[in-house]
């Protein structure tokens, strides 16, 4: 769908968003305005698709968000990088995470730089249902 993409987080970033420490997701640049899923694949050495995050309207700096998780006060204060700025409204974990030897093999997947639609990738859509998804919040 052209609402889904692919990104890419650090382990311990992943790790925040999880325990819900982290409920935005900041980027330098804006994503295409009709993407309201976010399917998370965590990098080295985790190396897994782990979640897919479901994302709120954007809000571009200077316009302040609550201060309630990591990186927030750095956003509405102009000191982090990234001036866009993707509440986190809902989080699915995989129930059984793919690893990338996995992703490569059967989907032909490699890990977005920036971001890749999930249209790329129509199989590993396919493979998901919600019956494969664990809702943590």
Same mark, same amino acid.
């Given at each position: 769908m052209t609402n889904e993409i692919c990104i890419s987080l650090r382990p311990e970033? /992943?790790?925040? +968003?999880?325990l819900r420490k982290k409920n935005h997701e900041f980027r330098r640049y804006k994503l295409p305005y009709e993407v309201r899923r976010l399917w998370i694949y965590v990098t080295m050495p985790v190396? &897994?698709?782990?979640?897919? /995050? &479901?994302?709120?309207?954007?809000?571009?700096?200077? $316009?302040?968000?609550? &201060?309630? =998780? +990591? =990186?927030? $006060?750095?956003?509405?204060?102009?000191? %982090?990088?990234? %001036? @866009?700025?993707?509440?986190?409204l809902h989080l699915d974990e995989l129930v &059984?995470?793919?690893?990338?030897?996995?992703?490569?093999?059967?989907? =032909?997947?490699?890990?977005?730089?920036?971001?890749? @639609? $999930?249209?790329?990738y129509q199989k590993l859509v396919d493979h998901f249902s919600s019956s494969r998804l664990r809702g943590l919040y």
């Open positions: 970033m /992943a790790e925040l +968003v999880r190396s &897994e698709l782990r979640y897919i /995050a &479901e994302i709120g309207e954007l809000v571009e700096y200077p $316009t302040n968000i609550p &201060e309630d =998780g +990591v =990186g927030n $006060t750095e956003f509405n204060k102009g000191l %982090k990088k990234s %001036k @866009y700025a993707y509440p986190i &059984e995470p793919l690893n990338l030897q996995r992703l490569r093999e059967e989907f =032909g997947f490699s890990p977005p730089q920036r971001f890749v @639609y $999930t249209t790329k």
